[in-house]
């Protein structure tokens, strides 16, 4: 890390839409709390970081992994859920991930929006093209698929999935062997 914080300056990777790397720290911000989501939960997991530019974790849960992109947009208001919306580049479309974590950074810390499932998203979102204007006046800057965070599940849906799917919950075996 510089001592200018998480941001190397310039853009990270293919799929960074801020040229001078300043998303980085958001990102980065929005990727710590849901691990830090995953530890309050106990999930058991690996943190991805910069090793793979298709996810930011893999959860083990018991036979099998979920991977999981956190998409943490910074925002200059506080967070609304019936307002704010979520976006994946279509250059990320075809990556390898299975649910992806929707993240807002305010000066307030992080709030999470929701998630879906790649699959769903895809099948959900409106995508738009590079250069249209959003409602609010600005331009696109990159072809994405956008979802109204009011069409994302709960966090706590994604806990009930994930114990479903084998997830361990520590609490629930200490209570049982005490």
Known sequence: MSEKGYS???????TTILKDGSGQETG????KEFGN???FHRFAYTSCGSETMHHDYIIHLGTRDVTVDVKTKRRKVP?????FEGHV???QRHFGCDIYVFASEHDEGV?????????AF?????????GEETSQGFAEKKDSGKIKHTLLKDMADLEKVLRKLGGNDEREESAEEA
Do not use: D, M, P
């Open 8 to 14: 190397t300056g310039e853009a990270y990777n293919a």
């Open 28 to 31: 980065f911000s929005g990727e």
């Open 37 to 39: 989501w995953l530890l």
């Open 79 to 83: 967070y609304n859920h019936e307002l």
């Open 89 to 91: 580049n279509c250059t």
């Open 111 to 119: 709030v999470f929006g929701g998630w879906i499932t790649k699959k």
């Open 122 to 130: 895809w099948n959900r979102c409106r995508i738009v093209k590079q």
